[in-house]
């Protein structure tokens, strides 16, 4: 898989998990890619939320794993 076809399928799993978190008052996006750790940026009321970072491994990481299953991790950078 190139690095843009990795790319595209992070795009398409933060597109599926998108409408949950804008459904709260929140959203996410993609900073980069960096040794098939994923950084991306939770928006809005994911700041303060205080069941971020397990929706950030249960949702999101797992959702990312499920398009492109090489990536190891998720972090969050906010």
Do not use: H, W
Not at 18 to 33: E, K
Request: glycine content about 6%; overall charge negative; some cysteine.
């Amino acid at each position: 898989m190139t690095e843009q076809e990795l790319k595209n399928n992070i795009e398409k799993a933060l597109t599926e998990i998108r409408p949950f978190l804008q459904a709260d008052g929140g959203d996410i996006s993609f900073v980069s890619i960096e040794k098939n750790i994923v950084k991306i940026q939770l928006l809005g009321a994911c700041i303060g939320c205080s069941v971020n970072q397990m929706t950030l491994k249960s949702g999101v990481e797992a959702t990312i794993k499920r398009y492109a299953p090489q990536i190891k991790e998720v972090v969050d950078i906010s």
